[in-house]
């Protein structure tokens, strides 16, 4: 199963979920996703993995301009 295409996302995600937790974004939702993601790659299900890693760069998205407004507005 050729999973090389996962590598660019997996990526982002991994930089984008450091940047949400060192601005405290609460860590234990992002885990659980994060172990669905590592399960699906074990079953070999590759596009329900990438839907969730989809799901999971939109959350941190989220996330991300929701600390970023938090704080502009506490400045």
């Known amino acids: 199963m ?14 984008l979920a450091l940047h949400c937790v060192s ?3 609460e860590t234990e ?11 699906h790659l074990r079953m070999e299900q590759p596009r329900e993995a ?4 989809d799901v999971l760069l939109a959350r941190l998205r989220r996330a991300d301009v929701a600390s ?3 704080r502009d507005s506490a400045a």
């Open 2 to 15: 050729a999973l090389n295409h996962l590598a660019p996302k997996l990526y982002r995600v991994r930089v």
């Open 29 to 39: 939702p992002l885990l659980r996703m994060l172990v669905r993601v590592r399960h």
């Open 68 to 70: 970023t407004v938090r």
């Open 23 to 25: 601005l405290g974004a």
């Open 50 to 53: 990438e839907r969730l890693l």
